[in-house]
């Protein structure tokens, strides 16, 4: 089993910056795709952002390319979300997730664990 903690989240005005931390833990997570993923109500959840074991490669959503970088620390087995020039629709519950396939998927089917998830409200 692994275990998904996300922190960082909370309220922020249009075009400011949050960080999004999400440590794992439990089994050996070599090889583990990581990512994070939004939903608001009444919607499916969309694809945020993934990134390699590696950390050498990284794929965002259209919505998210340029405002948003993720990364991850193997020391600290935490994966990071970097949030810059929020707008209001990037409201949402966000979710840390692994998947142990390695290429870059933007499915969440392609995920086999996920966080408790953190709210992100940005205010305009």
């Known amino acids: 089993q692994v275990q998904l903690v996300e922190s960082g989240g909370g309220l922020v005005q249009a075009g400011g910056s949050l960080r999004l931390s999400c440590t794992a833990s439990?089994?050996?997570?070599?090889?583990?795709?990581m990512g994070w993923f939004r939903q608001t109500p009444g919607k499916e959840r969309e694809f945020v952002a993934a990134?390699?074991?590696?950390?050498?490669?990284?794929r965002y959503g259209d919505s998210v390319k340029g405002r948003f970088t993720i990364s991850r620390d193997h020391a600290k087995n935490t994966v990071y979300l970097q949030m810059n020039s929020v707008r209001p629709e990037d409201t949402a519950v966000y979710y840390c997730?692994?998947?142990?396939?390695?290429?870059?998927?933007?499915?969440?089917?392609?995920?086999?664990?996920w966080g408790q998830g953190t709210q992100v409200t940005v205010s305009s």
């Open positions: 990134i390699t074991w590696s950390g050498g490669d990284s």
């Open positions: 439990g089994r050996t997570l070599i090889n583990t795709l």
């Open positions: 997730t692994i998947s142990t396939i390695l290429w870059l998927t933007a499915a969440a089917r392609d995920y086999d664990y």
